[in-house]
């Protein structure tokens, strides 16, 4: 049973628009959470995270959001780029901190 | 980026035959993990280490060992590989719990 999901496996958004990236989890003892995006044939790289002791945090044009009564996290990317086009990786950690739980990821296509 | 390098990138070997991979990271980092990726899982924790000659598995360690016997090594061997071990391993390392960095990855092919 998969604690963390990311029900969407793509999102195709215009350049400029907002695109808005959804995450949702099982597991109430998870308490941090971080977003990563991965290029092709290059590893994930780490771009944003949150704890939960809040409810926002922001980062240039990337913003997470976590709602903790719905276990629901969103990214949003505004304005987007053809260069955010990547695979999108949410994740989540317990207070123990070190096993990362990952959902199974969402495609982000940017159209020019 | 971090300074991590997996080796080898690509292998191709065949069921029954060991294969170990590396990673070297020169951040001098305390944690290091293995992950495998693949469709529809996303990255899945095999092992991890928490310090020389430190390790404790992860949520699919079956089939696999780890050792680091220096800070900046951490090896993973399939001892008798299987076609359900084909998948793009990456390490990863952090000097806390998180965040952690992730290697290039190695695509593993077992016939």
Redesign the interface.
């Known amino acids: 049973d998969q604690q963390v999901k990311q029900n969407s496996p793509s999102l195709s958004v215009q350049e400029g628009r907002i695109s808005i990236l959804n995450c949702d989890y099982t597991n109430s003892m998870f308490d941090y959470f971080l977003w990563y995006k991965k290029y092709p044939a290059e590893g994930p790289t780490f771009l944003i995270s949150i704890s939960s002791i809040k409810d926002k945090n922001e980062d240039g044009r990337f913003t997470v959001f976590l709602n903790k009564s719905a276990k629901h996290l969103s990214l949003h990317i505004v304005p987007s780029q053809p260069g955010d086009s990547a695979v999108y990786f949410c994740a989540a950690s317990d207070n123990a901190g070190n096993m990362l739980t990952f959902g199974g990821g969402t495609r982000l296509m940017v159209k020019p | 980026d971090a300074g ?1 390098t997996q080796s080898p990138r690509h292998k191709v070997t065949e069921t029954g035959t060991p294969v170990t991979l590396r990673c070297h990271q020169t951040e001098n980092h305390r ?1 290091m993990y293995w992950y495998r990726q693949d469709p ?6 095999i092992h ?1 280490s ?1 310090g020389v000659k430190d390790t ?1 598995k ?2 699919v360690s079956d089939g696999y060992s780890v050792s680091r016997s220096k800070t900046e090594d951490f090896l993973l061997t399939l001892e008798s590989a299987t076609s359900s071990q084909t998948s793009v391993y ?1 390490c ?1 390392i952090s000097e ?10 190695t695509r593993l092919s077992i016939l």
């Open positions: 991590i944690y529809g899982h996303g990255l899945r924790l991890y928490y404790d992860g949520e990456f990863a806390g719990a998180v965040p952690q960095h992730f290697g290039d990855g």
